[in-house]
Nanobody, 128 residues
Framework: QVQLVESGGGLVQAGGSLRLSCAAS????????MGWFRQAPGKEREFVAA????????YYADSVKGRFTISRDNVKKTVFLQMNSLKPEDTALYYC?????????????????????WGQGTQVTVSS
């Protein structure tokens, strides 16, 4: 049974930092592309960042580029999202997600539909 468990969310002032973690189990982690998505109240779930299963290429939404960094530790089966210079508009429930990397050779990493497995989410609230 695949499980993705996020942690690290919380309340932070604008300009502050948080580091999210997502621990995976029940899958061969190194063969999965990992992504972070977020969903604010009344809005659709949106792509934040992804790191591919092979070579560790990274991709970011324009809104977080230069402020957020995604990384992975294949030994610990964990993916991280370092969030710096946080803004009130970053407030959302942040989800970790995974899909089997070799299944998609094109651009799949920013599509909600491509991800097979999802965590329960961790809340990030940025106060102004």
């Amino acid at each position: 049974q695949v499980q993705l468990v996020e942690s690290g969310g919380g309340l932070v002032q604008a300009g502050g930092s948080l580091r999210l973690s997502c621990a995976a189990s029940g899958l061969t982690f190194s063969t999965y592309t990992m992504g972070w998505f977020r969903q604010a109240p009344g809005k659709e779930r949106e792509f934040v960042a992804a790191i591919t299963w092979s070579g560790g290429s990274t991709y970011y939404a324009d809104s977080v580029k230069g402020r957020f960094t995604i990384s992975r530790d294949n030994v610990k089966k964990t993916v991280f999202l370092q969030m710096n210079s946080l803004k009130p508009e970053d407030t959302a429930l942040y989800y970790c997600a995974a899909y089997y990397g070799p299944r998609c050779s094109g651009r799949c990493w920013d599509s909600v539909r491509e991800y097979n497995y999802w965590g329960q989410g961790t809340q990030v609230t940025v106060s102004s």
